[in-house]
């Protein structure tokens, strides 16, 4: 069975930082793209970035370029999203889901963390 179990949410203000970690099990994570995805509080699931199996390649929001940082660490099954100068509107809960960006809002997520960011 495939598990995703994300940590690291808080409530931060504007231009903190956070470090999102996404402990995973149930599924071949060394060959697994995988991916980060946000949903805001009445809005829509949105995509946030992605990461090859072997950390090769990473995309990224244009919402959070520049800012946010993902990465893996496939001998412990984990996926990192680093979260720099946040702002409000980055304001969500975060998941972390098994599959490239092209199903990354369709793919079966875990329970997320909240991330607040406020003054």
């Known amino acids: 069975e495939e598990k995703l179990l994300e940590s690291g949410g808080g409530l931060v203000q504007p231009g903190e930082s956070l470090r999102l970690s996404c402990l995973t099990s149930?599924?071949?994570?060394?060959?697994?793209?995988m991916s980060w995805v946000r949903q805001a509080p009445g809005k829509e699931l949105e995509w946030v970035s992605t990461?090859?199996?072997?950390?090769?390649?990473?995309h990224y929001a244009d919402s959070v370029k520049g800012r946010f940082s993902i990465s893996r660490d496939n001998p412990n099954k984990t996926l990192y999203l680093q979260l720099n100068s946040l702002k409000p509107e980055d304001t969500g809960t975060y998941y972390c889901?098994?599959?490239?960006?092209?199903?990354?809002?369709?793919?079966?997520r875990g329970q997320g963390t909240q991330v607040t960011v406020s003054s």
């Open positions: 149930g599924f071949e994570f060394n060959w697994a793209w």
């Open positions: 889901v098994n599959a490239p960006r092209s199903r990354a809002l369709t793919a079966p």
């Open positions: 990461i090859s199996s072997s950390a090769s390649t990473t």
